[in-house]
């Protein structure tokens, strides 16, 4: 999506600043170097900010997001300012390289971006927020089977250690884990956002825990919601299937927002390149400048990088 809900989006909707700032616009720009009359895809639309900067500069854009309620947004806002430019698809990203082979469009710029809508993370149904009061969910898209309480519900501690661990970088992973089973045996377990953002709080205020700029539960939070929504595969499917109908000269641009989705990408970007099927625009990630971070601290963890096609 167009901003980002990682170890950053959190503590912003916690504290009431749900407000939609897209990140990197200017470098996600200059990376896709968009040319009027040329066709681009946003393959995660979210609050539509990097779509309509593409359309702005006079490209057309295929929109996509797996969000109903995000389509529907920019069914209302941006459709009616930009018409046949703009097509609308409600689809997991993952599925992208298909649908737009099958579509027969030409394609020169692809921006995916990995992150969370502000306010999407902040209605109490995603339970994303700190504060949400709703009940512990975190799906994308309604369809899906497992939610995050689901997770808590019925996993070991083993099992949710390694998903606090491999997809939040959390220290206290096994600590947290083990206190959420003995919880649960207790009839305690946390299952609202609130409850579990203030459970993983106490286990760090135990452990000496100092405030800082970032909320304790931050890393569990990011874990769940990226293992419920299965986005590591997805990012990774939806990268792969886009490459081989990208134009020659196409750019493809991946905003992360965290080590394991930037280690995934800087290695399949790296593998196309060794089998001499593009190259990189840099070799290194272009990260926000001081400016961006000042306006919009949720932007500091973002990393982008570009690969284009030959």
């Known amino acids: 999506m167009a901003e980002e809900m990682g170890d950053e989006g959190v503590k912003s909707v916690s504290e009431g600043r749900d407000v939609h700032f897209p990140v990197m616009t200017g470098e996600v720009m200059e990376a896709l170097n968009v040319q009027p009359?040329?066709?681009?895809?946003?393959?995660?639309?979210?609050?539509?900010?990097?779509?309509?900067?593409?359309?702005?500069?006079?490209?057309?854009?295929?929109?996509?997001?797996?969000?109903?309620?995000?389509?529907?947004?920019?069914?209302?806002?941006?459709?009616?300012?930009?018409?046949?430019?703009?097509?609308?698809?409600?689809?997991?990203?993952?599925?992208?390289?298909?649908?737009?082979?099958?579509?027969?469009?030409?394609?020169?710029?692809?921006?995916?971006?990995?992150?969370?809508?502000?306010?999407?993370?902040?209605?109490?149904?995603?339970?994303?927020s700190f504060d949400g009061e709703g009940i512990l969910d975190m799906r994308m898209d309604p369809h899906l089977r497992t939610t995050a309480l689901d997770i808590l519900e019925n996993r070991s501690a083993e099992e949710m250690a390694a998903i606090f661990s491999n997809f939040g970088d959390e220290p206290l992973?096994?600590?947290?884990?083990?206190?959420?089973?003995?919880?649960?045996?207790?009839?305690?377990?946390?299952?609202?956002?609130?409850?579990?953002a203030a459970f993983v709080s106490g286990v760090y205020y135990r452990r000496g825990y100092r405030r800082s700029r970032r909320h304790p539960a931050t890393r569990v939070f990011m874990a769940l919601r990226i293992v419920v929504n299965g986005e590591i595969d997805s990012l990774v499917r939806g990268v792969s299937?886009?490459?081989?109908?990208?134009?020659?000269?196409?750019?493809?641009?991946?905003?992360?927002?965290?080590?394991r989705e930037d280690r995934e990408i800087?290695?399949?970007?790296?593998?196309?390149?060794?089998?001499?099927?593009?190259?990189?625009?840099?070799?290194?990630?272009?990260?926000?400048?001081?400016?961006?971070?000042?306006?919009?601290?949720?932007?500091?963890?973002?990393?982008?990088?570009?690969?284009?096609?030959?």
């Open 37 to 128: 009359g040329h066709w681009y895809v946003d393959a995660t639309l979210g609050q539509g900010g990097h779509s309509r900067a593409i359309l702005e500069a006079g490209g057309s854009v295929v929109a996509i997001d797996r969000d109903p309620k995000a389509i529907e947004k920019a069914r209302e806002d941006l459709l009616p300012l930009y018409g046949e430019r703009l097509r609308l698809v409600c689809m997991n990203h993952a599925d992208m390289g298909e649908f737009l082979s099958r579509a027969g469009l030409v394609v020169s710029g692809v921006v995916l971006d990995s992150g969370w809508s502000m306010p999407q993370a902040s209605e109490d149904g995603a339970g994303l």
């Open 241 to 259: 299937g886009v490459r081989p109908i990208l134009v020659s000269g196409g750019r493809l641009a991946v905003l992360t927002f965290h080590s």
């Open 266 to 310: 800087k290695h399949l970007f790296r593998s196309w390149v060794r089998e001499g099927w593009g190259r990189l625009l840099q070799s290194k990630p272009v990260l926000p400048g001081k400016a961006e971070i000042q306006k919009n601290p949720r932007s500091r963890s973002a990393k982008l990088r570009v690969y284009i096609a030959t």
């Open 173 to 196: 992973a096994m600590v947290i884990a083990r206190a959420l089973v003995q919880s649960r045996s207790r009839g305690r377990l946390p299952r609202t956002p609130k409850e579990l």
